[in-house]
T-cell receptor, first 113, second 111 residues
């Protein structure tokens, strides 16, 4: 079991460029999440999905879009990157039920210049 | 919405000393509480969780946390820390799909 994997691990973008971050999980989890981590702010939820084909906004969704076409994959897109989106992005997944723990990927470090 | 406050951003401690990392939460409903640990350049790993039942929960590596409903706290403790415990610790509260994290406490264990 690989658990939760993220691609790529590092990326540098110029302002205005676009990119997609890929998250994959092999635990057959229903729920998937995208977070960003910034110094002194903990993790903030960007978007989440409660099942294939469904997505919802989290705490800081502006500037991001997501898609969950397959149960095991959750994509995070930046259409026009801004320096404020420089961050470490984490994907997580969890099983059904509200109390299930979240399993995290290793993160993607994104720098927007 | 629920929220979490971690009262200390950094906690330096000597090896074999006890440590307490403080966490307070706010919520209008019953919650589930978690502590996650993040080692450098890694993702978060679950350390322990409170779902219901006994208010004292333990991890496999000697940490414990106590749920105190009246004080809305979920402090993390360890009686004797090791160098390998150096990491960032995050308290989290969940009312449902939406899990909120505290800002984190960086624990540094010195020899």
């Amino acid at each position: 079991n690989a658990g939760v994997t993220q691609t790529p691990k590092f990326r540098v973008l110029k302002t205005g460029q676009s990119m997609t971050l890929l998250c994959a999980q092999d635990m057959n989890h229903e729920y998937m999440y995208w977070y960003r981590q910034d110094p002194g702010m903990g993790l903030r939820l960007i978007h989440y999905s409660v099942g294939e084909g469904t997505t919802a906004k989290g705490e800081v969704p502006d500037g991001y879009n997501v898609s969950r076409l397959k149960k095991q994959n959750f994509l995070l897109g930046l259409e026009s990157a801004a320096p404020s989106q420089t961050s470490v992005y984490f994907c997580a997944s969890s099983g059904p039920g509200l109390a299930y723990e979240q399993y995290f990927g290793p993160g993607t470090r994104l720098t927007v210049t | 919405a629920q929220s979490v406050t971690q009262l200390d951003s950094q906690v330096p401690v000597f090896e074999e000393a006890p440590v307490e990392l403080r966490c307070n939460y706010s919520s209008s409903v019953s919650v589930y509480l978690f502590w996650y640990v993040q080692y450098p350049n890694q993702g978060l790993q679950l350390l322990l969780k409170y779902l219901s039942g006994s208010t004292l929960v333990e991890s496999i590596n000697g940490f414990e946390a106590e749920f105190n409903k009246s004080q809305t706290s979920f402090h993390l403790r360890k009686p004797s820390v090791h160098i390998s415990d150096t990491a960032e610790y995050f308290c989290a509260v969940s009312e449902g799909y939406d899990m909120r994290f505290g800002a984190g406490t960086r624990l540094t264990v010195k020899p």
